[in-house]
């Protein structure tokens, strides 16, 4: 289970953190570790110092250029956030992000991605919105920073814990899904065809959104729907796109 866990760190500026993430991922048994468009050298004498024996995950890091690369055939992406800033999103606690762990990875094939952003500014609304949820760890509310790798740290423990559980208990997780659920990849391709057809039946204006597109992803995520229920919605918006372009041809033939 702990081997379908990765970490995604976005924009990270100091090596030292990347470095600590290491120490915490091998701390708790995780060790794939992805990097998106870091805003400095992954590794350096500090990154190795930080990681104290842990720096195999980052040789083995994979470094990318966007937070779709990274998080691709993950079948659920969590982003640590302090707060839902312009649209809420389905927020959970890490115990209970721990706890579901056992079902989302009951399927073979399925994968989670836990992204955190950059130091200083942590994620963006888009990259939140490209979450099936979002995480928020508890902090002391009059002291609520904190530190990357600490964060890291904590949703790490959770994993952990729930591995443990798991293997204590010596029962098999619930049934995975008959079919199995789309990945974040998929899901990204039917949102941009669900917004082209949008504008091209009128019923989306992107120069006025209204967060329309946002609120279809926050509808569609929390449902969580199968590759075969994806791909049902998008044959749909095909027959809907090929409709429309007959209409002119229609209307010159009446």
Request: aromatic share 4%; glycine share 6%.
């Amino acid at each position: 289970m702990l081997e379908r866990i990765r970490i995604v760190l976005i924009g990270t500026s100091h090596p030292g953190n990347i470095g600590g993430t290491a120490r915490a991922m091998h701390n708790m048994g995780l060790s794939d570790l992805a990097l998106v468009a870091p805003r400095c050298e992954p590794l350096t004498a500090d990154t190795v110092s930080r990681a104290s024996g842990a720096d195999h995950i980052v040789h083995d890091a994979r470094t990318v250029a966007t937070l779709e690369e990274a998080v691709g055939d993950a079948t659920l992406v969590v982003g640590a956030s302090a707060r839902s800033r312009t649209l809420p999103w389905p927020m959970i606690t890490p115990r209970a992000l721990g706890e579901r762990l056992p079902t989302e990875l009951a399927d073979p094939a399925a994968r989670v991605a836990l992204v955190f952003g950059r130091e200083d500014s942590g994620l963006t609304n888009a990259e939140l919105q490209r979450c099936h949820a979002h995480v928020h760890i508890p902090t002391n509310p009059d002291f609520s920073s904190l530190n990357l790798a600490a964060a890291v740290q904590v949703l790490a423990y959770e994993c952990r814990q729930a591995w443990l559980g798991q293997q204590e208990a010596g029962e098999p997780a619930e049934p995975a899904p008959s079919q199995p659920l789309a990945s974040h990849e998929e899901l990204e391709r039917y949102f941009e065809h669900l917004e082209r057809t949008l504008i091209g039946i009128g019923f989306h204006d992107p120069a006025m959104p209204r967060q329309l597109m946002a609120r279809l992803r926050r509808f569609t995520l929390r449902a969580r729907p199968e590759r075969m229920e994806l791909n049902i919605l998008r044959g749909i918006l095909t027959a809907t796109e090929r409709q429309v372009e007959r209409q002119p041809n229609d209307a010159q033939g009446r």
